[in-house]
């Protein structure tokens, strides 16, 4: 007889999703309860797109405000085309405009040392924000700014974002 | 005893300082920047002021130079971590009259204020 | 002899592509999911190759190539996933030492033509390579010797980091290739009209920021009374976007400084926790309770990175007779990639690629480690390169006394 005892049970439910690791300047996108990740957030930014419906979703880790400023032909590296580039992945996978949502983490001021103007991490963080309101696409949750580095991930099948710093306790989006 | 003003933006520096000179000094001033350095030097005109070069706000150079034009006979000693030509070289333009690189050791600074400010 | 950004960037792309090409090989044949994390040119001291494999067991398969290129070019892993690997391929091949090793050095047959053939490809020659070769090595030796050349005691060295997906192994493809073909190479691939690089400068610069580094140990040394040795000073080539990737997820405490002058750009010390709190007790008086990081600390630290920041950059400015400022320390606490992540942001605003200068220093008598990290603007570092008089590389250190006389 076949004993069904709670550590088996316990692990079998805890069968490990697959992980997928986003670096900097790269996008992603799962769909099937994978978990996405990036890490060593400073001024970058981290943007969660997800489609409940269709269970898509999608990673981008995002250097600079906009490809405008300087020439290169990697659409993650932008926040305006990262974001665009993400949207365009996420529909070729199945996912619908009208579904998606966005939650997003980083645009730290770390080490800004210019003297004038806002910093870099601000000025992605609202090339994303304005990016994405042009995609009609609502922003759920965000953890920005501040003088500290993040890491974060993203779990496909619940939109859950956990944003974890170096010095403090995770925080779920 | 010659009073002395210390200006390092390090608080670690100063109370590095204030250890080596405090038997032999009497330490009228701790300050962060050149504005402060300067507003105290007003206030106390001390023998002798331990300037370090790299603060923020205005830097060692530029308080020692205005120190140095409002007051000729003003001691002044850049102690600093830099160790380059130029900046020496500007130091000495401003009035500087002694230049300490850190790291020092604690003879060091002593023959160094020896030779501006004898006690 | 010049060599345009451009064409630096160019064969970094092709090293990247051919590493991808190489672990594209590998997961079609073993099912291992790995991805390239990192490319990167290396110009260092040829003693130097390697240093950081120091302390651990390797596997290697080495191949000698010649025609459009030549020089050696080696795919290293550590012992445990050579295991992984032969297993793979064929279940229970670890046992079985010949099986293993046969196993390996297919793999890296396969993964390292696809390597090169990338090269010949856009070289439009042929690139012709010897039968692999398979070794077992500790540490460095499992690298080939860096070419010899009666005129440069440096090399350029393409490596390639590859992550074993989900794995906490690496690792790397290393090529060394002869200096004189790949320099030819890179002229004749080049745009003449493009931004260059005098890259025999590049190597006096170099070998100044080598007494930087020295300078600025033997300043740790004096304020803490720990022996300290520099260890490896080169300077790297990569896409802006690789430049975090430099530095560990591990969290650091430092400074960085941004500097302005010609050079300018921005300059960190970082030491891991444990370095940190070690070198910060040796600065102090009194030991503090408890082995986590202290405001006390923190402040030691703070002076510690200015004073070792003005020990590296001091030498640039005396021998191009011209002064660099800095700003005063900031502290930092974090991630050691994050504390990158908005530099390489502020680089990358001017420019797509960037050379990174990295210094390490090490003492055997406590756990410490120091890493300096400076990145320069590659505009102004190009102007420095040009002003750079070779005749004056060793003359980093001001005369006080003559000063002020």
């Known amino acids: 007889m076949k004993v069904y005892d709670g550590s088996q049970t316990e692990s079998a439910q805890q069968s490990q999703p697959e992980r997928i690791k986003v670096g900097i300047a790269e996008y992603r996108v799962a769909t099937d309860s994978a978990v996405l990740t990036t890490s060593g957030l400073g001024s970058c930014i981290g943007v969660g797109i997800y489609d409940e419906a269709s269970g898509v979703a999608g990673l981008v880790h995002v250097m600079l405000p906009t490809a405008e400023d300087v020439e290169g032909g990697n659409r993650a590296k932008f926040a305006d085309t990262g974001v665009a580039a993400l949207v365009e992945a996420l529909e070729a996978e199945g996912a619908s405009r009208d579904g998606m949502r966005a939650k997003i983490a980083g645009g730290s001021d770390m080490l800004d040392f210019s003297e004038n103007g806002p910093s870099i991490g601000s000025r992605n963080a609202d090339q994303v924000r304005e990016t994405l309101t042009a995609f009609d696409i609502p922003l759920l949750g965000e953890d920005v700014g501040g003088d500290h580095g993040r890491s974060l991930r993203l779990e496909a099948d619940t939109g859950d974002f956990v944003v974890k710093s170096a010095n403090t306790e995770s925080t779920t989006l | 005893m010659p009073d002395v003003l210390i200006a390092d933006d390090s608080e670690f520096m100063r109370n590095l300082l204030r250890e080596i000179l405090e038997e032999d000094h009497t330490i009228v001033g701790e300050v962060e920047n050149g504005v402060e350095a300067v507003e105290v030097y007003k206030e106390e005109t001390p023998d002798l002021v331990m300037m370090d070069i790299v603060m923020p706000i205005r830097d060692g150079i530029e308080a020692t130079d205005e120190i140095k034009s409002s007051n000729p006979d003003a001691n002044v000693i850049m102690c600093t971590s830099v160790g380059q030509e130029e900046k020496m070289k500007e130091a000495v333009k401003a009035g500087a009259d002694g230049y300490i690189t850190k790291p020092f050791q604690k003879p060091s600074v002593i023959e160094a204020i020896e030779d501006v400010v004898p006690t | ?405």
Do not use: C
């Open chain 3, 1 to 405: 002899m010049n060599v345009d950004i451009q064409s630096l960037g160019t064969f970094n792309q092709l090293a990247h592509e051919g590493a991808q090409q190489a672990t594209q090989s590998l997961a079609q044949m073993t099912g291992i999911d790995a991805v390239v994390d990192v490319t990167k040119i290396t110009l260092l001291d040829r003693a130097d190759v390697g240093e950081g494999l120091t302390g651990s067991e390797f596997v290697g398969v080495q191949f000698g190539f010649e025609g459009a290129l030549e020089g050696e070019t080696v795919l290293v892993f550590d012992t445990e996933s050579a295991d992984t690997i032969a297993d793979s391929l064929m279940p229970g091949a670890s046992d079985d030492p010949a099986m293993a090793q046969s196993s390996v050095t297919e793999i890296g047959n396969i993964m390292m033509s696809g390597f090169i053939d990338g090269w010949a490809d856009y070289l439009d020659s042929t690139i012709d390579h010897s039968p692999p070769e398979y070794i077992e090595k500790s540490g460095k030796d499992v690298l080939p010797e860096a070419p010899e050349s009666d005129e440069h005691q440096q090399v350029f060295v393409f490596k390639s980091e590859i992550e074993w997906v989900g794995e906490s192994v690496n690792f790397y493809i290393y090529m060394l290739p002869e200096y004189e073909p790949l320099a030819e190479m890179m002229m004749e691939h080049g745009d003449p009209e493009a931004d260059a690089i005098p890259i025999d400068k590049l190597q006096t610069f170099n070998e100044m920021t080598t007494n930087g580094t020295q300078q600025a140990a033997g300043n740790v040394e004096m304020m803490t009374g720990i022996p300290t040795d520099a260890e490896v000073t080169e300077i790297s080539f990569a896409p802006i976007e690789d430049v975090p990737k430099q530095i560990g997820t591990d969290t650091y405490v430092g400074t960085v400084v941004e500097f302005t002058g010609v050079p300018s750009g921005y300059l960190m010390v970082l030491f891991d926790e444990v370095s940190a709190v070690n070198v910060a007790e040796a600065m102090m008086p009194v030991e503090t309770d408890g082995d986590s990081v202290t405001d006390q600390h923190k402040a030691a630290i703070e002076e510690l990175g200015n004073i070792m920041t003005s020990g590296f950059v001091d030498g640039w400015a005396n021998v191009l007779q011209t002064s660099v400022d800095h700003t005063p320390p900031r502290l930092v606490h974090d991630m050691g990639r994050s504390i990158v992540d908005p530099l390489a942001a502020q680089v990358g605003q001017h420019q797509e690629h960037a050379f990174i200068i990295n210094s390490t220093m090490r003492t055997d008598d406590v756990e410490f480690n120091a890493e300096i990290h400076a990145l320069p603007n590659e505009k102004e570092l190009r102007e420095a390169l040009e002003d750079l008089d070779v005749e004056r590389a060793d003359e980093t250190e001001a005369d006080v006394e003559q000063i002020f006389e």
